[in-house]
């Protein structure tokens, strides 16, 4: 399947970029999927220069450490992980966190899944509304 296109923001080429070679390349997969779940899913900076993805609301973020690539999720904790991909935030009341270190493998069909449903939360008003029904 070829990619998919999408508009880019060279502010979060520039971040990506700058990251070692294996950090990049989990970013660009991340990138890919991320826009590959909802056509209207955009990307921009928040934070000063943290790239963030969005649809109605935040989506999820990147930012990368020193031996991983971080992907925060705003869920309000309350979308389904039914493959335990979640690494850390578990019961965080705004985002999780998926960590990838060098050799791991993206779950590509857990976090597609997961992002689907955090953009549906979105357009159905953000998960603070649902969280309160």
């Not at 399947?1 to 080429?13: G, K, L, Q, S, W």
């Not at 963030?52 to 930012?63: D, H, R, S, W």
């Not at 991983?68 to 965080?92: C, K, Q, R, S, W």
Request: glycine share 4%.
């Amino acid at each position: 399947m070829p990619p998919i296109a999408y508009e880019r923001d060279p502010r979060v080429d520039d971040y990506i970029s700058a990251l070692p070679e294996w950090q990049r390349d989990i970013c660009e997969q991340l990138r890919a999927l991320i826009h590959a779940a909802d056509p209207e899913v955009r990307e921009t900076i928040k934070r000063t220069v943290q790239p963030y993805f969005v649809l109605k609301g935040n989506i999820c973020a990147l930012l990368a450490a020193k031996d991983h690539v971080n992907l925060f999720l705003y869920d309000g904790a309350i979308v389904p992980d039914p493959e335990g991909i979640i690494t850390a935030g578990h019961n965080n009341n705004t985002a999780r966190t998926i960590s990838f270190r060098r050799e791991d493998a993206i779950n590509t069909t857990a976090l597609t899944a997961m992002i689907k449903r955090i953009i549906a939360n979105n357009r159905a008003g953000g998960w603070r509304k649902i969280k309160q029904r």
